[in-house]
């Protein structure tokens, strides 16, 4: 079982490998895409949206038809200020415009909605009842994710910025009162087990909540069991 990794940005190219240790442990990461050989992934970033379309998504599949190794290409974007289905459609049309075919290699489109710090906001555990900051007490004031679906929240008006942007402004000044320090490009305890196993445990509480990143994890799961079963 072998997967190629088109995520969007900076911190998926971080923090996906660190989750996949935990997920599916089996697999083992690989730096140049001709070497898969057995449960290998190879992981690149887009660096960016839409550069992860116009620079890097032909390419990647040039990689794959030319490896002939991969059985999955996994592409993961935010949907931003546009809705998971639309996200779908824009990159099912890319690459039917461009005649992009990876042939026996299945196709899985993993949307982060809105983000990945979208999802970062479902940890309980690092959400304060009693904020000491005023813009914490107005993010919460505005959308409580610890009793609402973070995938529901969009943007107050009076933000002059994206719905991303707002998300990951919120993680950080949530985090920031555990004295977690969360940057994209270091976000530290975020990669750590206990962190995953919190936001599993918020699925389990609030079924129905952060459905996006559900699907990850369930396929990360159908991916163990087929690799147990082949081995």
């Known amino acids: 079982m072998n997967l190629y990794f088109l995520v969007e940005g900076k911190t998926e190219r971080i923090l996906y490998p660190k989750w996949l240790e935990y997920l599916v442990p089996s697999l083992k990461r690989i730096v140049n895409p001709y070497d898969a050989s057995k449960n290998c992934y190879y992981l690149i970033s887009g660096e ?3 550069g992860l379309l116009d620079n890097h998504l032909l390419n990647s599949a040039k990689d ?3 490896s002939g190794a991969y059985n999955y290409f996994v592409i993961v974007l935010d949907s931003d200020e546009v809705t998971v289905n639309e996200r779908v459609h824009e990159l099912n049309k890319r690459m039917i415009d461009e005649r992009i075919n990876i042939g026996d290699c299945k196709l899985k489109i993993i949307v982060q909605n809105r983000c990945i710090e979208t999802w970062l906001l479902g940890n309980r555990n690092v959400f304060t009842r009693y904020p000491t900051t005023q813009e914490l007490i ?9 009793k609402e679906d973070p995938e529901l929240m969009t943007c107050p008006t009076d933000r002059k910025e994206t719905i991303s942007a707002f998300h990951y402004d919120y993680l950080r000044l949530m985090l920031s009162e555990k004295n977690i320090r969360y940057t994209k490009k270091r976000p530290k305890d975020t990669l ?3 962190y995953i196993n919190e936001l599993k445990k918020r699925l389990s509480q609030t079924p129905g909540h952060l459905y996006t990143l559900n699907s990850f994890f ?3 799961t159908d991916i163990r069991k087929m690799i147990e079963k082949s081995d």
């Open 138 to 146: 107005e993010c919460i004031g505005f959308f409580d994710v610890y």
């Open 64 to 66: 794959i038809n030319n």
């Open 192 to 194: 750590k087990p206990y």
């Open 48 to 50: 960016g949206y839409p």
């Open 218 to 220: 369930y396929f990360c």
